[in-house]
């Protein structure tokens, strides 16, 4: 069975165009920002980058790729990269277009905020669950 890495190689190279370019700079900024980051293939196709779960996806559209990070709505961006998905109670996505700058030292702390955001959930402890029953 083939990697993850190899498949998101291979989309990056069927795409042939800008797409493949803005998802090929995004996923070295990500490995820039965290060298631990585990590329995984998702959902018929979707490249997603995880430590401690799900950072982001990288999904590519006609006219966009888009970035959707799982938690996106605990993160800080003070830069506003985020500019789709903005309703939600959990996700929130940057939208790239043809032509759009990234802003990578941005795009480096959401991926490390991310990140710790993950980390920091594994390690709170579960809460233990009771029978509901009184001892008296």
């Known amino acids: 069975m ?7 190689d291979q989309k990056i190279k069927e ?6 370019k803005v998802l090929a700079k995004v996923r070295g900024i ?13 959902w018929m196709g979707t490249p997603v980058f995880s ?9 590519t559209y006609k006219n966009v790729v888009k970035l959707t ?6 993160l800080k961006d003070p830069a506003g990269l985020f500019n789709s998905s903005l309703d939600g109670n959990v996700r929130r996505a940057i939208d790239i277009h043809e032509g759009d700058k990234i802003n990578e ?3 480096k702390d959401l991926i490390r905020g991310a990140v710790a955001l993950n980390l920091r ?5 579960k809460p233990r669950r009771t029978s509901g029953k009184r001892a008296d």
Do not use: M, Q, Y
């Open 121 to 125: 959930n594994k390690s709170k402890p």
């Open 69 to 74: 990070f799982a938690k996106g709505a605990s």
């Open 105 to 107: 030292a941005a795009l």
């Open 15 to 20: 795409l042939g165009d800008w797409r493949g």
């Open 51 to 59: 430590h401690g779960g799900i950072v982001c996806t990288g999904e």
């Open 30 to 42: 990500i490995h820039e920002a965290d060298p631990e980051i585990v590329e995984e293939w998702k």
């Open 2 to 8: 083939e990697s993850a890495s190899v498949f998101i």
